[in-house]
């Protein structure tokens, strides 16, 4: 099956600990995406690759990391510097920056 | 102003209703325009898209582009109670390299 997979699926941080939560696309997609939702509000985008070694900050990148080492892996670390973490993280990924995107299943993630 | 306008709802109607769920843009050079279904706690899954302007059909589902007006709209024929979900629509350029996305439309089909 094709598609894009996040793991895990809940994930508990205590405060000061750094977490990283992973997604793995199977599409053979260029470009991959980490998108911040929250109650009541839109997507907001935390980073986006469009090719290997290669990502960009996004509206709300700080406190968070990247790393685009593989094409098929995006692996979001949230730090300890991001002050208010607790949210659903979803990754999506598209053929390239431009056309359409495809969302894996999200990670929510709480801080106790 | 925000490049994708969506009306939040919430929007509830009887089954077997047809909806619309508009969105309106500011950026003439959208071309590829996207619609999402998110259930509660899931990702949102892709529905429809259409590239440049025109309409598409897939089953109860329409969706439909008007570059004059930067207004785009899905429409829901016979509305199922399955169909209860949240509604996102989106959008890209060909020059640009990110999405932009509606807040989402909240819809409740009641049985």
């Known amino acids: 099956d094709g598609g894009i997979t996040q793991s895990p699926k809940y994930l508990f941080r205590k405060e000061g600990q750094n977490v990283t939560l992973s997604c793995e696309q199977n599409?053979?997609?260029?470009?991959m995406y980490w998108y911040r939702q929250d109650p009541g509000q839109g997507l907001r985008l935390i980073y986006y690759?469009?090719?290997?070694?290669?990502?960009q900050k996004g509206d709300i990148a700080e406190g968070y990391s990247v790393s685009r080492e593989k094409k098929e892996s995006f692996p979001l670390t949230v730090t300890s510097a991001q002050k208010n973490p607790t949210a659903f993280y979803l990754c999506?990924?598209?053929?390239?920056?431009?056309?359409?995107?495809?969302f894996g299943p999200g990670t929510r993630l709480t801080v106790l | 102003q925000k490049e994708v306008e969506q009306d939040p709802g919430p929007l509830s109607v009887p089954e077997g209703a047809i909806v619309s769920l508009n969105c309106t843009y500011s950026?003439?050079?959208?071309?590829?325009f996207m619609w999402y279904r998110q259930y509660s706690r899931k990702g949102p899954e892709l529905l429809m898209y259409?590239?440049?302007?025109g309409n598409k059909e897939d089953g109860r589902f329409t969706a439909q582009v008007d570059k004059s007006s930067k207004y785009i709209s899905l429409f829901i024929r016979d509305s199922q109670p399955s169909d209860s979900a949240t509604y996102l629509c989106?959008?890209?350029?060909?020059?640009?390299?990110?999405?932009?996305f509606g807040t989402g439309t909240s819809l409740t089909v009641i049985p």
């Open positions: 999506a990924s598209s053929v390239t920056s431009t056309e359409v995107a495809f």
């Open positions: 599409l053979n997609h260029d470009a």
């Open positions: 690759s469009q090719i290997v070694n290669d990502f």
């Open positions: 950026n003439s050079a959208f071309q590829y």
């Open positions: 259409t590239y440049s302007s």
């Open positions: 989106a959008m890209s350029s060909l020059t640009g390299n990110q999405f932009y």
